[in-house]
């Protein structure tokens, strides 16, 4: 056979499987990355629109966003939180068992005996009480900056539902291991989504509307807390929540995208965007200070392309993809620290006859427990639904075009603000010192009507002073931004307040003691 022949012979079947199988990897990878290393603008614009995960981000991302000071990375820690648990509470569900009988001694498996269970459970715990402190402090600080604004009304709304979410996603764990401190904290919740009860009881109509124990039953699947709100809490937190949370979520990215990206100040100058990444060829092509318009046409409306130029902007990979995965890390670390430091508490298993005392909810709603003692129609339903209402309009109340992205743009803002703390603050203190001291109409009057006590208590008054107070500043300064500054800071400080008083100073059977130490023994 000549050497032509040999050369123009074709490989056999198992020549070319070989040939495929060692290049395999490089042929997977091929497939399924389509781009190769950010070496270049437009490498890395093609990284970002190819990736399914990096696509949530513009390929561009404005500098001013990376400012510490501006968000704090709240968002991303929220949603790095979240991530981190989904992978616990998966690794979780692999030996808790939702039943009765099962639930308590399986936390106690993988809390002592499971390897390494017990850090996997109180990374769970940790991460469950830092989402809902992050998103908190991320809806505040959306707030005080203005970033609601038009075009972003909808997409605060969306905020306000994953907030409502997150802390539903908390409590419904809450339950699940089914210890005596989950068991009377769920007890204390249910009886909150029941207080309407206290108005059809008020008004003789509960035999013929039973709003709260409607709103129980289906919380809870029975009357009380037992097998049926042990599952039904499962699903929810395991498999509805979630799903919910995520189809939000990712309608919250959406929006932010399709919102013409993060708020920012309309004039942006250098010495704001210090120490945030650069993108030297950007600032070379479209230097700030050079810039000259000509006037091609006029169009009616806004467009979100307004202060998108390139300049003063990074490609959003990897300069955004870094600062989330340093953020994601910070706070994976502080998880970790936080859970060796510290245990999820266990305590013993629930028993319905032996009611804790004082029996809390979870933290973030000790507030409303609070104001529950005083009314509980009012303190869980009322007060918090016209709250979270009032929340949600106040991006289409307040309609102004005024500066956003800044913390306090104008001097108004910042007297307004702290003058609104320190009323708040005085309101709230002088009430409960009040109520301590000299007690409440049942107190006075043990056979007041309830109806009396619903309308006029110790919650509906601070809640009036608050609305008075907001009335009086959109009065004086006629600025609907600042009538709402107030309002949000009034019910920001009165949280904060309510929430220490009642995990700090409320004892057995709900009365005051100035610390735990001084709780009597029996």
Not at 183 to 195: C, D, E, L, M, V
Not at 406 to 415: A, L, N, Q, S, V
Request: glycine share 8%; with cysteine; aromatic share 14%.
């Amino acid at each position: 056979m000549s050497n032509s022949d040999e050369n123009n012979k074709k490989p056999s079947g198992i020549e070319i499987f070989l040939t495929n199988l060692k290049h395999l990897p490089q042929s997977f990878k091929d497939a399924a990355v389509r781009h190769g290393p950010p070496s270049s603008n437009r490498a890395a614009s093609q990284t970002v629109f190819s990736n399914l995960f990096l696509h949530i981000h513009s390929v561009r991302t404005h500098r001013y966003n990376f400012k510490k000071t501006f968000t704090v990375g709240l968002g991303i820690a929220s949603a790095a939180a979240f991530v981190i648990l989904v992978i616990t509470g998966v690794l979780l569900m692999i030996y808790y068992k939702p039943s009765l009988a099962q639930a308590y001694n399986s936390v106690k498996d993988i809390h002592f005996a499971v390897p390494g269970g017990r850090l996997i459970r109180n990374i769970h715990r940790w991460g469950a009480h830092l989402m809902v402190l992050g998103v908190f402090l991320h809806m505040v600080r959306v707030f005080m900056t203005g970033s609601y604004r038009h075009p972003r009304q909808f997409n605060w709304v969306v905020g306000m539902i994953l907030f409502a979410v997150t802390l539903g996603l908390s409590f419904t764990g809450y339950l699940l291991p089914w210890d005596q401190l989950a068991y009377w904290a769920t007890t204390i919740g249910a009886q909150i989504a029941g207080s309407p009860v206290e108005i059809t009881d008020a008004l003789g109509i509960t035999k013929y509307i039973d709003i709260g124990g409607t709103q129980m039953r289906l919380l809870l699947g029975s009357d009380v807390v037992g097998e049926e709100a042990l599952v039904r809490f499962y699903f929810l937190h395991c498999i509805f929540l979630p799903l919910v949370l995520i189809t939000f979520l990712g309608v919250h990215f959406w929006r932010i995208r399709k919102d013409g990206g993060m708020s920012r100040p309309s004039k942006i100058t250098d010495d704001m965007l210090v120490g945030t990444p650069i993108d030297v060829a950007a600032e070379m092509a479209f230097p700030t200070k050079n810039k000259t318009y000509g006037l091609m046409c006029l169009v009616k409306g806004d467009s979100n392309n307004v202060k998108n130029s390139p300049n003063q902007t990074v490609q959003s990979w990897p300069h955004l993809f870094n600062y989330e995965m340093a953020i994601f890390i910070l706070v994976l670390a502080i998880l970790i620290v936080l859970s060796y430091v510290s245990d999820a508490p266990l305590k013993e298993a629930a028993n319905p006859a032996v009611p804790e005392n004082p029996a809390k909810a979870p933290w973030y709603f000790l507030g409303l427990q609070e104001l529950v003692s005083y009314s509980a129609f009012m303190g869980g339903v009322a007060i918090p639904g016209l709250a979270v209402l009032g929340l949600m309009l106040i991006p289409f109340l307040d309609r102004t075009r005024n500066q956003s992205g800044i913390w306090f743009p104008d001097k108004d803002e910042k007297t307004v603000f702290k003058s609104t703390v320190i009323f708040s603050s005085i309101v709230i203190l002088a009430t409960l010192i009040f109520t301590v001291n000299f007690g409440w109409l049942r107190n006075w009057y043990p056979q007041i009507p309830q109806m009396f006590i619903v309308i006029l208590n110790p919650g509906t008054v601070i809640t009036s002073l608050f609305v008075w107070w907001s009335l009086r500043i959109l009065k004086k300064t006629g600025s609907t931004r600042l009538g709402a500054m107030s309002i949000f800071t009034c019910f920001l400080i009165g949280f904060i307040i309510l929430t220490y008083f009642a995990y700090q100073h409320r004892g057995p059977n709900w009365n005051f003691y100035w610390w735990p130490s001084l709780w009597p023994t029996h």
